[in-house]
T-cell receptor, first 116, second 108 residues
Framework: DAGVIQSPRHEVTEMGQEVTLRCKPI?????LFWYRQTMMRGLELLIY????????DSGMPEDRFSAKMPNASFSTLKIQPSEPRDSAVYFC??????????????FGDGTRLSIL | GQQLNQSPQSMFIQEGEDVSMNCTSS?????WLWYKQDPGEGPVLLIA?????ELTSNGRLTAQFGITRKDSFLNISASIPSDVGIYFC????????FGQGTELSVKP
C-alpha cells in the first residue's frame, strides 16, 4: 500500500524565494496534517484539513506560510518569501476521522528544507 | 497550551537489555500513541492506546495508557541494534501533541 508521499525530499534555496512543498495523503484518508520538526521545538502542528477544508491553522507561524488542499489527494504548503529560520523538516500526515475521533496519523518521509 | 513531558531524553544501553520510557501531561488525552523515527524518515506508528488502563503489546514492545489518562509508558524488551532511533509519545484530545522524544542507542 502506498503511504503518504511528499515531494521534494530535499530543497535548498536562497532566502526570499518561494518554496512549495507537496503531499499526497493515503487514499481514503479524509484528514491531512502539516508538521514542522526542528531540534529546538520538536514536532509542531502547523495546520490540518478535514474533508479538504482547513480546520485549524493556529500553528502557522506567520502570513508567509499558506496551505491549500484543492482535492482529497493533494495538498501544498507554501512559504513566500522564505527566510533562513524556516529551515526544518516538514512532514505531512494523514488519517481517518474528524474532531476528537481521529484514527492514528500516518506520516510521510518529510521534506528537508534549507534556506540559505 | 497542552504539553507532554517525555523522559528520559536519551538512553545508552547494551543489546539485550530492557528499556522503559514514559510521558506525562497535565491534560487528559483520549488516545495515546507511540511512534519511532529513524534518521531521514517520518515517524512510524508503533502502538495506539484508546482506553484508560489499556495495556497493549506489539512484539517486544508493550505500552500502557495510564488510569488518570495523563500518562503512558513504553517498554522494549530484549533490545536489539535495530531498535536504535527516536521514540515519541503523542497524546490526542483533538490535535495530536508530541513529546520531545527519547533517543535510544543500543550497543551490540
Amino acid at each position: 500500500d502506498a503511504g503518504v508521499i511528499q515531494s521534494p525530499r530535499h530543497e535548498v534555496t536562497e532566502m526570499g524565494q518561494e518554496v512549495t512543498l507537496r503531499c499526497k495523503p493515503i487514499s481514503g484518508h479524509n484528514s491531512l496534517f502539516w508538521y514542522r520538526q526542528t531540534m529546538m521545538r520538536g514536532l509542531e502542528l502547523l495546520i490540518y484539513f478535514n474533508n479538504n477544508v482547513p480546520i485549524d491553522d493556529s500553528g502557522m507561524p506567520e502570513d508567509r506560510f499558506s496551505a491549500k488542499m484543492p482535492n482529497a489527494s493533494f495538498s501544498t504548503l507554501k512559504i513566500q518569501p522564505s527566510e533562513p529560520r524556516d529551515s526544518a523538516v516538514y512532514f505531512c500526515a494523514s488519517s481517518l476521522g474528524s474532531g476528537t475521533g481521529f484514527q492514528p496519523q500516518h506520516f510521510g518521509d518529510g521534506t528537508r528544507l534549507s534556506i540559505l | 497550551g497542552q504539553q507532554l513531558n517525555q523522559s528520559p531524553q536519551s538512553m545508552f544501553i547494551q543489546e539485550g537489555e530492557d528499556v522503559s520510557m514514559n510521558c506525562t501531561s497535565s491534560s487528559i488525552f483520549n488516545t495515546w500513541l507511540w511512534y519511532k523515527q529513524d534518521p531521514g524518515e517520518g515517524p512510524v506508528l508503533l502502538i495506539a492506546l484508546y482506553k484508560a488502563g489499556e495495556l497493549t503489546s506489539n512484539g517486544r514492545l508493550t505500552a500502557q495508557f495510564g488510569i488518570t489518562r495523563k500518562d503512558s509508558f513504553l517498554n522494549i524488551s530484549a533490545s536489539i541494534p535495530s531498535d536504535v532511533g527516536i521514540y515519541f509519545c503523542a497524546g490526542q484530545g483533538g490535535k495530536l501533541i508530541f513529546g520531545q522524544g527519547t533517543e535510544l542507542s543500543v550497543k551490540p
